[in-house]
């Protein structure tokens, strides 16, 4: 089963603020862009990924992003990630009707094309499925398989907010670059000890991060 998977990435500028004490304002913007490339480009070259929409209007962003291969949906609707991402799953399935598609976070930079197939592999045995995140209070992937809406229900204990609505909790191990999301200098210390991609190492490598 060949996937289509939908990021979305809020506008750069207010991207990661929770890093505020890992990262200056001058470089979490860089960062935020750096997590989503890699995050994409491993997406891409999982061999369960037919093609990745990300859901943003900023322009850098967008440019960036469709330079790796990724389609880009503007023109987000308000009412937040959610909306972003039903949008997104709207848009995708207008062209693409019968296509599976999984919501997956913008900033996992050590993530695993191989440990991504595995998830949704595990994820089309059910109608929706999501995989938890590192702290198992979040959500970093939800899938949808052909004929089902998304139904995300992204934000605060996003977990058992998924899993109320329904979707299959997946429990599944040696997936830790799927469910390591980044949003302290906790998490990225983390994710750097995972082994991240190229360019969030390299923006990585100006921070000062103890235990580096």
């Given at each position: 089963?060949?996937?289509?998977?939908?990021?979305?990435?809020?506008?750069?500028?207010?991207?990661?603020?929770?890093?505020?004490?890992?990262?200056?304002?001058?470089?979490?913007?860089?960062?935020?862009?750096?997590?989503?490339?890699?995050?994409?480009?491993?997406?891409?070259?999982?061999?369960?990924?037919?093609?990745?929409?990300?859901?943003?209007?900023?322009?850098?962003?967008?440019?960036?992003?469709?330079?790796?291969?990724?389609?880009?949906?503007?023109?987000e609707p308000?009412?937040?990630?959610?909306?972003?991402?039903?949008?997104?799953?709207?848009?995708?399935?207008?062209?693409?009707?019968?296509?599976p598609v999984?919501?997956?976070?913008?900033?996992?930079?050590?993530?695993?094309?191989?440990?991504?197939?595995?998830?949704?592999?595990?994820?089309?045995?059910?109608?929706?499925?999501?995989?938890?995140?590192?702290?198992?209070?979040?959500?970093?992937?939800?899938?949808?398989?052909?004929?089902?809406?998304?139904?995300?229900?992204?934000?605060?204990?996003?977990?058992?907010?998924?899993?109320?609505?329904?979707?299959?909790?997946?429990?599944?191990?040696?997936?830790?670059?799927v469910r390591?999301?980044?949003?302290?200098?906790?998490?990225?210390?983390?994710?750097?000890?995972?082994?991240?991609?190229?360019?969030?190492?390299?923006?990585?490598?100006?921070?000062?991060?103890?235990?580096?």
């Amino acid at each position: 089963m060949q996937w289509t998977l939908v990021i979305p990435l809020k506008p750069l500028a207010r991207a990661k603020s929770r890093l505020s004490d890992t990262a200056t304002g001058g470089l979490r913007p860089g960062l935020a862009l750096a997590f989503a490339q890699d995050t994409v480009a491993a997406a891409l070259a999982s061999p369960a990924v037919e093609d990745v929409a990300v859901v943003t209007d900023d322009e850098l962003a967008g440019r960036e992003l469709a330079a790796l291969g990724a389609r880009i949906v503007s023109g987000e609707p308000g009412g937040g990630l959610n909306a972003a991402l039903a949008h997104g799953a709207a848009v995708v399935r207008a062209s693409r009707p019968a296509c599976p598609v999984a919501a997956l976070n913008a900033d996992l930079p050590a993530l695993r094309p191989l440990e991504l197939a595995r998830v949704l592999e595990a994820a089309a045995e059910f109608p929706r499925a999501f995989l938890p995140d590192a702290a198992a209070i979040g959500t970093t992937l939800l899938a949808a398989a052909s004929g089902r809406e998304l139904l995300p229900a992204f934000g605060p204990d996003s977990r058992a907010r998924h899993r109320a609505s329904g979707a299959m909790e997946l429990h599944l191990d040696a997936v830790d670059s799927v469910r390591q999301d980044v949003d302290t200098g906790d998490d990225l210390r983390t994710a750097l000890a995972l082994g991240v991609g190229p360019r969030t190492a390299t923006v990585a490598a100006r921070l000062l991060i103890p235990g580096q």
